[in-house]
């Protein structure tokens, strides 16, 4: 007969880095605070909970809860990550929280990686290019499921940052396009409705602020919350750009 016991409940330490950047008399410092853990608790329903009892200033982004919208990602323990995705089971009752590097802070652990996204979206013309005889009105050609799968595979990168937060170039080049754009001409390069030549994807990437400035330490693929295949893709980008003119 097998007796079951109760989880214990541990107290988590959940220190913080606050620093209002609008607030001239605000500097950096830790905000410590203890929270009895109950099963199931993720650091969103952590933070929530801090927020409500403790802290109502304290400043930290979500919308969907599911790991989708990629709003709530920060430094957790030194590694990028979810926020909604992580339990709090998984950590030890010590717990570091910082907002990601290589964004503009808005406080606490909001940051701007909206206007990151777009500058890099615009620069890398990350929409599809069709020829300028298309008929918009005809239906578009059939697609293969496999190579629709392909696509969707790349698809699937929610923009939360993290790869970004993680990159060792990206600390060092701001203009670097990192693996989220690496990721993006990838994508678009399979898409048969962009028009677009190899040459012409290539010549957006072809330098160091592309794919010849990443240095392969893969920090991006370790952390990516969607487990997309970065290291492969950014490999393939450079031997293919070997045989373009």
């Not at 957790?76 to 709090?88: D, E, H, K, Y």
């Not at 790869?163 to 396009?177: W, Y």
Request: charged share 25%; hydrophobic share 35%; aromatic share 6%.
């Amino acid at each position: 007969m097998t007796i079951q016991t109760e989880t214990p409940v541990r107290t988590l330490v959940i220190r913080v880095l606050r620093h209002n950047p609008q607030d001239p008399d605000s500097e950096p410092g830790w905000a410590r605070y203890e929270l009895e853990e109950y099963e199931g608790m993720t650091l969103f329903i952590a933070l929530n909970e801090i927020r409500e009892r403790f802290e109502p200033s304290l400043q930290f982004d979500f919308v969907c809860r599911a790991g989708i919208c990629g709003s709530c990602g920060m430094v957790v323990n030194g590694r990028p990550g979810l926020a909604c995705r992580t339990l709090t089971s998984t950590l030890g009752p010590e717990i570091t929280l910082a907002p990601l590097p290589a964004f503009r802070l808005i406080g606490d652990l909001s940051v701007d990686t909206g206007a990151w996204m777009r500058g890099m979206s615009e620069r890398l013309e990350t929409w599809i290019h069709e020829t300028e005889s298309a008929d918009l009105h005809a239906l578009e050609e059939r697609m293969e499921p496999e190579l629709a799968e392909q696509i969707y595979e790349l698809d699937r990168c929610i923009e939360c940052g993290c790869c970004v937060a993680a990159c060792g170039t990206a600390r060092m080049r701001p203009d670097f396009v990192g693996a989220v754009g690496l990721n993006k001409i990838a994508r678009f390069r399979l898409d048969p409705r962009d028009r677009r030549s190899d040459s012409d994807f290539y010549q957006l990437i072809g330098d160091d602020d592309g794919v010849f400035g990443c240095m392969t330490l893969l920090g991006c693929h370790d952390v990516c919350p969607k487990d997309l295949p970065l290291q492969t893709q950014i490999a393939f980008l450079r031997r293919k750009m070997v045989t373009v003119s």
